[in-house]
């Protein structure tokens, strides 16, 4: 580009109208073409899927009530499919009751505006959702880059989220019709602070609590151990976790800490203190030292 080229254009932000009145459906295309976003409409449940497959939004706004397939029930469906999942949907409704309201936030909504609409409410609280969405899914899927794989379980238990990588690990790791055992032993490291399951070449995929949120999810980080990664020691009285088993086998390997830190994916720190608790349980005092003893320990490779 030409340094007196003006700048490319920002990218708009695709908003999903999905309403079965036209008045309200024209109203909204006008309001939010003026804000600059680009706009998408759908009559019904089906349209809105179809608009889906050929470009996921980056918001929906969502007509509770419709003819067939109404709005909760497609707002779940959407929720429950993992590429779309991340989209904020707001409920439009002239229900004002408090269980069509939780019904709403049941389904998956993030927020909902009574009819009828007035526009800047509707603007405003959208473009909040939108932009919260954003900075979510581009913090959660730099996960990836980092050679790990995020879930987020929501408060039932249910997988409200994952990145792409977490999203291939669990295909390889189970079974295409296993969803609720692969639910299972999700929910299982909330309880357990960590699980892992078998791949295939050996590896295993390690699924780690990493806390809960104030809407009551839950945050896993996933990686997988390479097939010659050693997860046990070949003498039980050593009180070495597993963890710190997997730090002294690649510390045997010649790793640095900061080669440890971004395979298993802690930080420097968290290596440097498992080693200060290696080095007290097997009674040595350098780097040197333990390797040695490591490979006493350790079954080959």
Request: charged fraction near 25%; glycine fraction near 6%; include cysteine.
């Amino acid at each position: 580009m030409n340094r007196f080229d003006p700048p490319p254009e920002p990218a708009r932000r695709v908003i999903l109208v999905v309403d079965d009145a036209l008045d309200t459906l024209r109203m909204l295309v006008d309001a939010l073409d003026a804000e600059g976003y680009a706009v998408l409409v759908a009559r019904d449940a089906e349209e809105a899927l179809q608009r889906f497959e050929i470009a996921v939004p980056d918001g929906v706004l969502l007509d509770a009530v419709m003819p067939g397939i109404d709005g909760f029930a497609l707002c779940r469906q959407l929720k429950a499919t993992p590429p779309w999942s991340h989209v904020p949907i707001v409920f439009m409704t002239g229900l004002s009751e408090t269980e069509q309201i939780l019904q709403g936030f049941a389904a998956g909504g993030v927020d909902y505006v009574v009819k009828p609409l007035r526009i800047p409410e509707v603007l405003a609280r959208l473009a909040t959702h939108v932009r919260n969405a954003q900075a979510t899914r581009l913090a959660r899927e730099a996960v990836d880059v980092a050679g790990m794989g995020a879930v987020v379980l929501d408060g039932l238990g249910r997988v409200a989220w994952r990145s792409p990588q977490a999203t291939r690990w669990l295909d390889e790791a189970f079974q295409p019709d296993a969803a609720d055992e692969r639910t299972t032993w999700l929910q299982s490291a909330i309880g357990l602070g960590q699980t892992s399951a078998a791949m295939p070449g050996r590896r295993r995929l390690v699924a780690r609590h990493m806390g809960q949120s104030g809407f009551s999810e839950a945050t896993l980080l996933l990686h997988v151990l390479a097939a010659d990664t050693v997860t046990a020691l070949r003498q039980p009285d050593v009180p070495l976790t597993p963890r710190e088993t997997e730090v002294l086998s690649w510390l045997a390997k010649g790793k640095t800490n900061r080669d440890i830190a971004d395979i298993l994916g802690m930080s420097p720190r968290t290596v440097n203190k498992h080693l200060e608790h290696i080095f007290e349980k097997l009674g040595v005092e350098t780097r040197s030292a333990a390797t040695a003893i490591a490979g006493r320990l350790l079954p080959p490779a």
